[in-house]
């Protein structure tokens, strides 16, 4: 028990390093795919199960995923990009990132003050450093 709480809080850290202090990114989250638990999220964003369980159903079919859209967060989301690895959608000056490695989901958002590639490259740098380490 002690040691999943070590890793919940080396993960707060990572998203903390990696994605906040860009300025780039305003919320975030790791999340573990096999059974939609949030493992990490920044201060202030609460995901709640069917809202995890719908962003995670959006990598299953890409194409209708583009077609449809997100709805997250209260909001239709345009999707900008959707593959069987990362998703982008956006909806007027905010947006959402979602990128997915081995066994774990990260979710990020940024609004209007921020620039979307920025996101998405941090996101991406981190999907890759789990992907390597075979997470």
């Known amino acids: 028990m002690a040691a999943d709480a070590v890793k919940m809080n080396q993960l707060s850290n990572l998203l ?6 860009t300025g780039h990114v305003h919320q975030c989250a790791i999340i573990r795919r096999n059974d939609a638990n949030v493992r990490a999220s920044s201060l202030g964003f609460n ?5 995890v369980s719908l962003l995670l159903d959006a990598f299953k079919n890409p194409p209708q995923t583009r077609q449809d859209g997100i709805y997250f967060d209260e909001a239709q989301y345009k999707c900008i990009r ?3 690895n990362s998703i982008y959608a956006k909806c007027t000056k905010k ?11 990260i979710i ?14 941090a996101v991406e740098k981190l999907a890759d450093y789990f992907k390597e380490k075979g997470m």
């Not at 903390?16 to 202090?21: E, F, N, R």
């Not at 995901?47 to 809202?51: A, H, I, S």
């Open 16 to 21: 903390q390093d990696a994605l906040i202090s």
């Open 47 to 51: 995901l709640y199960p069917d809202q």
């Open 82 to 84: 959707a593959d069987k």
């Open 95 to 105: 947006g959402l990132v979602l990128v997915k490695t081995v066994t774990l989901m």
């Open 108 to 121: 990020a958002t940024y609004n209007e003050n921020m620039f979307p590639s920025v996101c998405v490259e």
